[in-house]
């Protein structure tokens, strides 16, 4: 079974502040995907990252895929009130649409 | 495009009862899966349907069941209902099987006493 551990579980910030996110197996996956849940909503794709080393950037979100597809991370600058959300990442199986999840990480940012 | 729309939203069952949700995936998507998303155990996989045929199930007992409509609409059943099935059912459409990048319904909150 491919596991996929996030870090942190919980980050509490102030409006301004930088972060990161991690999300690390030992299992190397064919894509990774990021998405964003709010209370009572599904979650949203952020990203879709396929390539190892890739990075990809979206307004403040940086995504990267580790060298070795078995890791990416997460990193929001100058985080807004708006990005609060759980931050899940999720790891595709090559060739199935499965999806592992890892448990995702609740960001609370603070005006 | 519309998105992926679950019915109904909320659910509250008692032990004992079965319980059927449905999902529409988004126009031209043929793949849909399922999942069971609580605070313990974060997202877990319940099945994929693909083409109306079950392509892949993850590790849940026999209560959970599902199928696929002709027109990809999706149903998933839980009978004999169990206390620790209160969670939220997340269902998601892709276009076909592949790289598995999947657009999420708002779920259905089940709640079971």
């Known amino acids: 079974t491919q596991l996929l551990e996030q870090s942190p579980q919980f980050l509490s910030i102030q409006e301004g502040e930088n972060l990161t996110v991690y999300c690390n197996s030992s299992?190397?996956?064919?894509?990774l995907q990021w998405y964003r849940q709010e209370p009572g909503e599904g979650p949203v794709l952020l990203v879709t990252?396929?390539?190892?080393?890739e990075v990809k950037k979206l307004k403040r979100l940086t995504f990267q895929f580790g060298d070795a597809r078995k890791d990416s991370s997460l990193h929001i600058t100058a985080a807004q009130p708006g990005d609060t959300g759980l931050y899940l990442c999720?790891?595709?199986?090559?060739?199935?649409?499965?999806?592992?999840f890892g448990k995702g990480t609740m960001l609370l940012v603070s005006p | 495009k519309a998105g992926v729309t679950q019915t109904p939203r909320y659910l509250i069952k008692t032990r004992g009862q079965q319980v059927t949700l449905s999902c529409s995936p988004i126009?031209?998507?043929?793949?849909v899966s399922w999942y069971q998303q609580t605070p313990g155990q974060g997202l877990q996989f319940l099945f994929e349907?693909?083409?109306?045929?079950?392509?892949n199930k993850g590790n849940f007992p026999g209560r959970f069941s599902g199928r696929q409509f002709s027109n990809s609409r999706s149903e998933m059943n839980v009978s004999t209902l169990e206390l620790g099935d209160s969670a939220l059912y997340l269902c998601?459409?892709?276009?076909?099987?592949?790289?598995?990048?999947?657009?999420f319904g708002p779920g259905t909150r089940l709640l079971v006493l």
């Open positions: 349907y693909f083409s109306e045929t079950q392509r």
């Open positions: 126009s031209g998507h043929r793949s």
């Open positions: 299992s190397v996956f064919s894509s």
């Open positions: 990252v396929v390539t190892g080393g």
């Open positions: 998601a459409s892709s276009p076909g099987q592949g790289r598995g990048t999947q657009y």
């Open positions: 999720a790891g595709a199986e090559s060739g199935y649409s499965t999806l592992t």
